[in-house]
């Protein structure tokens, strides 16, 4: 068994949403030997094999996994926070188990550009998120230098459909972001 066990050492507000809270549990070992195996089998999880962080999507929720502790975002409480815990030990060990009929897979996703994110902004460059032009905001969010809440325009219903594919593309790429 690769985890046999974790605890939830930290709560706090969560930075995407701040209704809802962020978890940090420190686990028995270290695990990031199944996050290529994770990276197959799972659609849409982000690896970063230097970092040896794995991030996967589920229901909405941010879990990211570390080799010495896990990351939970946007969710609703420690209950939950345990369920998803208690998910996440059984998905590793299943998966570190079948490891020999799984291909590793090592491959990063593909890495979020200022021009992806500037095509989704209003593109009017009205200066109210304090930069110059939207192509500097976009550069600056895609360096986690602003968030994306300082466009204000995009969160008008004139915009509520790039605002939407904004915020998944960033959530998809790791980012802490606020639901639209
Ligand atoms: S507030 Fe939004 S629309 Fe205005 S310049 Fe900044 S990024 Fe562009």
């Known amino acids: 068994m690769l985890l046999s066990s974790y605890k939830i050492t930290r709560t706090l507000p969560c930075l995407a949403d701040p209704e809802k809270i962020r978890v940090i549990a420190e686990i028995s070992g ?3 030997e199944v996050f290529p195996y994770l990276n197959s089998i799972l659609k849409g999880c982000i690896y970063n094999h230097p970092a040896l962080t794995l991030t996967i999507k589920k229901d909405g929720k941010l879990l990211t996994l570390h080799a010495h502790h896990i990351t ?11 369920e998803i815990l208690e998910y996440l030990k059984n998905l590793i060990n299943e998966t570190y188990e079948k490891r020999d009929q799984i291909e590793p897979n090592y491959s990063m996703a593909a890495e979020l550009k200022a021009l992806d994110i500037y095509r989704l902004l209003p593109g009017t460059s009205c200066k109210k998120c304090g930069e ?16 994306i ?24 790429a790791g980012y802490d972001v606020p639901s639209a």
């Not at 300082?150 to 939407?164: A, D, G, H, I, V």
């Open 30 to 32: 270290e695990i990031h």
């Open 72 to 82: 939970l975002a946007k969710i609703e409480d420690e209950k939950e926070a345990e």
């Open 132 to 147: 110059l032009t939207c192509l500097a905001f976009a550069v600056k969010l895609v360096g986690r230098d602003i968030e």
């Open 149 to 172: 809440m300082k466009c204000t325009p995009l969160y008008t219903r004139e915009y509520q459909e790039k605002c939407n594919v904004l915020v998944e593309l960033l959530s998809a």
